[in-house]
C-alpha cells in the first residue's frame, strides 16, 4: 500500500516562496505520475502541476512561470517549488499519485497561505 506525506506547507508574504514535498512509501514510486492539487475553501480541488515517470511535466496556466515541479526517485519524493507566490494561491495542496488510470493514493494535504 503506497502513502503519501505532504511538508513544507506554511505562511509567506506575496512574492515570496515556498517548497512543498511528498514523500512516498511502499510501491514503485518510479513508476508514477506524480501530481500536485490544491483545494481553496469553498471551491473544487484543482491540477496545480503534474511530472510523469520520465520526467515530462505539465502545469495549471495560473502557476506556468512561477511553479515548478520535479521528483527524486532515490527519494521516492516529488517536490514543489513555488515563487512570485500571490494571494490566490492560498489553498491546501495535495499530492496524487497515478498510474496509468489507476489513482493510487492522496497524500493528506498541507496548508499553504499566502498574506501581508
Known amino acids: 500500500q503506497v502513502h503519501l506525506v505532504d511538508s513544507g506547507g506554511g505562511l509567506v508574504q506575496p512574492g515570496g516562496s515556498l517548497r512543498l514535498s511528498c514523500a512516498a512509501s511502499?510501491?514503485?514510486?518510479?513508476?508514477?505520475?506524480m501530481d500536485w492539487y490544491r483545494q481553496a475553501p469553498g471551491k473544487q480541488r484543482d491540477f496545480v502541476a503534474s511530472?510523469?515517470?520520465?520526467?515530462?511535466?505539465n502545469y495549471a496556466d495560473s502557476v506556468k512561470g512561477r511553479f515548478t515541479i520535479s521528483r527524486d526517485n532515490a527519494k521516492s519524493t516529488v517536490y514543489l517549488q513555488m515563487n512570485n507566490l500571490k494571494p490566490e494561491d492560498t489553498a491546501v495542496y495535495y499530492c496524487?499519485?497515478?498510474?496509468?488510470?489507476?489513482?493510487?493514493?492522496w497524500g493528506q494535504g498541507i496548508q499553504v497561505t499566502v498574506s501581508s
Open positions: 496524487y499519485a497515478v498510474r496509468g488510470a489507476v489513482k493510487i493514493a
Open positions: 511502499g510501491g514503485i514510486f518510479s513508476d508514477y505520475t
Open positions: 511530472i510523469n515517470s520520465g520526467g515530462g511535466t
